[in-house]
């Protein structure tokens, strides 16, 4: 079975940086592209992007690139999204993704 | 990117009674491969998406089989039949052909 658990939610305050982590299982986890996705409060889903198998090719949403950074450690299982100068628009839950499986999800808030 | 577009908005149903779910896409889903890359999910309050249908027409796993998929290129349908309880919630298309992966808005079914 397809697990995937993310962590490193929370409160954050604008301008500043926040990272996520994504604990996988139940697969290969090297075996597979892997990405992210959220869900501002009340609104649709979003792709942010994803990362292929050995980390040389990364894709992100264009208008979200400048903004996010996807990242993995094949040894430890774990996908990870940096993500830097946050503002209130990105007040969201953030889900990890082997799509098309997803998370739970984690819940961010950037707010002062 | 590609633009997904769902109808309707909204839905309301007796249970018992069957539901469709219309989704079309600004460009065609078809692979070269033959498979078409729509996937169907359904947010049930307070939860994160669940997959229902994979490359337009394939069930998920323990999903019951009174969900459906069916489409052409660019347009697609899902339709589910004798309505319950547990089938409220927000349906959303999406699309794993291109990146950026891309969504519809999404259709809230309610029961009458």
């Known amino acids: 079975e397809v697990k995937l658990v993310e962590s490193g939610g929370g409160l954050v305050q604008p301008g500043r940086s926040l990272k996520l982590s994504c604990a996988a299982s139940?697969?290969?986890?090297?075996?597979?592209?892997m990405g992210w996705v959220r869900q501002a409060p009340g609104k649709g889903l979003e792709w942010i992007g994803e990362?292929?198998?050995?980390?040389?090719?990364?894709n992100y949403t264009p208008s979200l690139k400048d903004k996010f950074t996807i990242s993995r450690d094949n040894a430890q299982n774990t996908l990870y999204l940096q993500m830097s100068k946050l503002g209130s628009e990105d007040t969201a839950i953030y889900y990890c993704a082997r799509a098309p499986y997803w998370g739970q999800g984690v819940m961010v808030t950037v707010s002062s | 990117d590609i633009v997904m577009t769902q109808a309707p908005l909204s839905v309301s149903v007796t249970p018992g009674e069957s539901a469709s779910i219309s989704c079309r896409s600004s460009?065609?889903?078809?692979?070269?491969?033959?498979?078409?890359?729509v996937y169907w999910y359904l947010q049930k309050p307070g939860k994160s998406p669940q997959l229902l249908i994979y490359?337009?027409?394939n069930l998920a796993s323990g999903v019951p089989d009174r969900f459906s998929g069916s489409g052409s290129e660019t347009d697609f349908t899902l339709k589910i039949s004798r309505v319950e309880a547990e089938d409220v919630g927000i349906y959303y298309c999406g699309q794993l052909l291109e990146n950026p992966y891309t969504f519809g808005a999404g259709t809230k079914l309610e029961l009458k």
């Open positions: 490359r337009m027409s």
């Open positions: 139940g697969f290969s986890f090297n075996d597979y592209w």
């Open positions: 990362i292929n198998q050995d980390s040389s090719t990364i």
């Open positions: 460009k065609s889903l078809l692979h070269s491969n033959g498979i078409t890359y």
